[in-house]
């Protein structure tokens, strides 16, 4: 039997970069196949011309043992390939069940008017197979990151596809929501369905995945079955050097008390207390939704607080704005850099000094000689990758776009640096440059606060973890006593099983 | 890095267009525009004719700089044809108190920019405390001032005004208008705010991304009522130079100039959706509009054909730069 899909040879040239080059892919029926490679190592363009949306120079797409041209995402549809993108190609104002039947609505007979009961029906029934109970008739948008991914699938699904990808599905859910996800997975594959499996997070592939091909540069590095690789070869082959640890090990010795909350409420946040140490970095662990970007919203006075106190080296705070946290030493690296931290329109320089204008000045104007030396140091010490200062922002991968963060908070010399998911989306070896900046700035006295979802990545950094659910701080783990399972059984609260193992 | 690499090649389709500078459409309309009037009209490209195409345009393109601040951070005003009337009639009658002129004229005038600056502030506090959409702020603003024009009047001009108010735009230094010259004074005050200060940089990233910008500690509710304070003050003095070409207070003035300022903009390259854009733009814009009504005036075409050939100018203006971008 042929297999469901094989891309034989496919090359792509941009002027001057070989995006891809003789590329080689198969995917069975209830296969999931893994694809792994820094950013710009071809994955999305892979896809793109899977999709229809890019045309490739040469090679063919063979499906079910016959050749086929792919023009367009219609094409693609047509000959069942589907492509769940990062960011979810739903209407937000749209029902569940408009969305899902989006351009193929059922209709009345005799009169054109849309069935609306016969279209709630079938989408029930199409989340039902996926073992999801939504109610149907509610905008998308209400809905939480990973339902929104289930409607995409049901979507999918609904258009008969056989051949699904799924470009980083995992980076916005908790680790819950991602057992859901494989369960629905696990239920494709039984019914025949190819997965393309699109993540930077190893240990999903050894969880979930059949096969993997590992891309550099365009290339087919390795492709294997996953039981026969492991987690070392895989980054070696993603990043084509040995990284001897995926952390780096920082020797921090923990200081004075640099700042302290007591009993904060605000929103969700029910009586929040806890204290950061110069030259460490405490890890704030917990589902989504339990509270960790409020409570750094509020730390940071983008939000407002009902009650409680806050203390920085003893002193107490109470910021009101941004500002006023900028001003007394606060930054903060927000969750989803693109929308809340850039600024597109403008170059890297402009993004860099934003936060800092007020020291940059000469008399009434910007000093912007001045500007652009403080920026081009930090550049160099970032080592972040831009062709010049003027680059515009837009035109950097995910890891420099962080790196152009952390300068702006580096130039308003910040005592204490909030992190919100600062690898989100991030390849392997540029998470490891901004692990290594964190120990850094750890190092030199900066306390660290760093909320991420990545549990191994909160085991290999944090010198402590507080972990919180629902509001409110269910429990604290020392870095040597710190395991995913306690820290997952503090996050959904199932507290007696933390007690019964020790 | 590869990846940065191909994309911004990715970018650059091959187009016709593609290799040219920004703002390249402005400037071949703009040539066409001028060769082809030189040709046609002789009187087209004498010192008087350009002094006075600068005078005719100067009200709009003072309207125009502050209307640039306004849509930089992706808002509008719509308010600005109104408020010329409102302000207008307000200074008029004002100058027209039985006062030593020495009183009454810095008094018209103060009077008059104050009125846009409150119009600026009211408008700046409706869209960031009640959080209401530029477009209905403005709106609601524009038919509000329009209706106190002609209550104020009883919808009748303000005449016989003393002859000191009409030298205000009447009067020339230097052989210039003195309209010419606020304009480009107004142009390079713009230009150095937006340029070279703090206040200017705000202004593109607050249009760029507001929450960002927020979030970087920028008071984003004070450079918003910031921008519209701007642009009141200057449709204002728009408004009071107007008053004194025709030396009086007409209610009906100013009307639909908020379109002919909002195409001045956006022909000048500036982004509607804020953050992309610049003051010499939009002076290019207001000089394109400006220089094509005048020649067709000197062409003695009629004034129904000129707004439809104003509105294809526009249409193609917009277009190439869209094509170069592709």
Not at chain 1, 176 to 186: G, V
Not at chain 2, 90 to 119: D, E, H, T, Y
Request: aromatic fraction near 6%; charge should be neutral; include cysteine.
């Amino acid at each position: 039997m042929p297999p469901l899909l094989r891309l034989k040879g496919i090359s792509k040239q941009y002027p001057g970069v070989r995006a891809l080059n003789d590329v080689e892919f198969e995917l069975n029926a209830g296969e999931v196949h893994c694809l792994v490679g820094e950013n710009g190592a071809g994955k999305s363009t892979l896809m793109k011309i899977l999709s229809g949306a890019l045309s490739k120079d040469s090679g063919e797409i063979i499906i079910d043992g016959k050749k086929v041209e792919v023009h367009s995402p219609s094409d693609a549809l047509k000959f069942g390939i589907g492509i769940i993108y990062q960011d979810f190609k739903l209407v937000p104002e749209l029902s569940v069940a408009e969305n899902i039947f989006l351009g193929k609505e059922p209709v009345q007979t005799g009169v054109p008017f849309i069935d609306y009961a016969a279209m709630h029906r079938s989408a029930r029934l199409q989340l039902a197979q996926l073992g999801e109970e939504l109610d149907t008739t509610v905008p998308v948008h209400t809905l939480s990151v990973a339902q929104q991914q289930v409607v995409e699938i049901a979507k999918a699904i609904s258009q008969k596809v056989t051949i699904l990808a799924l470009d980083e599905p995992s980076s916005a859910l908790t680790e819950r929501e991602l057992i859901n996800l494989f369960t629905i997975i696990r239920r494709l594959t039984s019914e025949g369905v190819g997965i393309i499996y699109i993540s930077h997070r190893l240990e999903e592939i050894f969880q979930i995945g059949d096969r993997v091909t590992v891309l550099r540069d365009g290339k087919v590095v390795n492709a294997c079955r996953v039981a026969e690789a492991d987690r070392k070869s895989l980054i070696r082959w993603m990043v084509g050097r040995e990284l001897e640890d995926e952390y780096p090990r920082f020797g921090l010795t923990r200081g004075e008390e640099l700042f302290r909350v007591e009993n904060i409420h605000a929103g969700i946040l029910n009586g929040v207390n806890f204290s950061l140490h110069r030259g460490e970095i405490l890890g704030f662990a917990g589902l989504v939704g339990a509270g960790r970007t409020e409570l750094a919203r509020v730390i940071f006075g983008a939000d407002v607080k009902e009650s409680g106190r806050m203390f920085l080296r003893g002193k107490e705070i109470a910021p009101r704005s941004p500002r006023e946290a900028i001003d007394l030493g606060i930054g903060l690296l927000t969750e989803d850099r693109n929308r809340l931290g850039l600024i597109p329109e403008m170059n890297v320089v402009e993004n860099i000094s934003l936060s800092s204008l007020a020291d940059l000045l000469r008399g009434p104007f910007l000093d912007t000689s001045k500007e652009t030396e403080s920026v081009r140091v930090l550049i160099e010490q970032l080592r972040i990758k831009t062709p010049h200062g003027h680059e515009p922002v837009e035109n950097l991968s995910g890891g420099n776009r962080q790196k152009v963060i952390l300068a702006r908070w580096l130039l308003t010399k910040s005592k204490m640096l909030i992190f919100d998911e600062p690898t989100a989306g991030i390849d392997v070896g540029a998470k490891y440059e901004i692990y290594s900046l964190i120990g850094k700035l750890a190092g030199e006295g900066v306390g660290i606060v760093l909320i991420s979802s990545d549990l191994p990545e909160l085991l290999g950094v944090c010198s402590r973890i507080i972990v919180m659910h629902d509001g409110c701080i269910t429990g604290e783990l020392q870095r040597g006593e710190a395991t995913q399972e306690k820290i997952m059984a503090l996050a959904t609260l199932a507290v007696e099983e933390v007690h019964r193992e020790s | 890095m590869q990846w940065k690499r191909c994309i911004v090649k990715a970018n650059k389709r091959t187009n016709f267009f593609s290799p040219l500078p920004a703002k390249f459409g402005i400037g071949i309309t703009l040539a066409v525009e001028v060769i082809l009037f030189s040709q046609l009209s002789p009187y087209f490209f004498t010192a008087e004719n350009i002094l006075n195409v600068s005078l005719q345009l100067s009200i709009t393109a003072i309207i125009a700089a502050g209307m640039t601040f306004v849509i930089l951070t992706s808002g509008i005003d719509l308010s600005v044809g109104a408020l010329v009337a409102f302000t207008g009639v307000i200074s008029a009658s004002i100058a027209k108190l039985s006062l030593p002129i020495f009183v009454s004229l810095p008094l018209a005038v103060a009077a008059g920019l104050m009125v846009g600056a409150v119009s600026g502030a009211f408008a700046g506090v409706c869209v960031t405390r009640y959080a209401i959409t530029p477009f209905i702020a403005t709106l609601a603003l524009m038919t509000i001032f329009r209706g106190a024009a002609y209550i104020f009047t009883d919808g009748r001009p303000i005449w016989e005004l003393p002859q000191q108010f009409a030298l205000l735009a009447g009067g020339r230094v230097f052989g210039v208008p003195i309209p010419t010259l606020i304009m480009i004074f107004v142009y390079m005050e713009a230009y150095i705010v937006l340029e070279w200060t703090r206040f200017g940089r705000y202004v593109y990233a607050v249009g760029g991304n507001k929450e960002a910008a927020r979030l970087a500690g920028i008071n984003t509710n004070r450079i918003l009522i910031g921008v519209y304070v701007i642009c009141g003050v200057l449709t204002s003095l728009s408004g009071i130079l107007l008053a004194s070409r025709v030396n009086s207070g007409q209610p009906n003035a100013g009307l639909m100039y908020e379109l002919d300022v909002i195409a001045a903009v956006v022909v000048g390259g500036t982004s509607l959706s804020g953050g992309r854009g610049t003051i010499i733009g939009t002076l290019l814009g207001a000089v394109l509009i400006g220089v094509l009504r005048n020649g067709l005036n000197l062409l003695d075409v009629n004034s129904y054909v000129q707004q439809v050939v104003v509105g294809f100018v526009i249409l193609i203006t917009v277009m190439m730069d869209q094509l170069r971008k592709k």
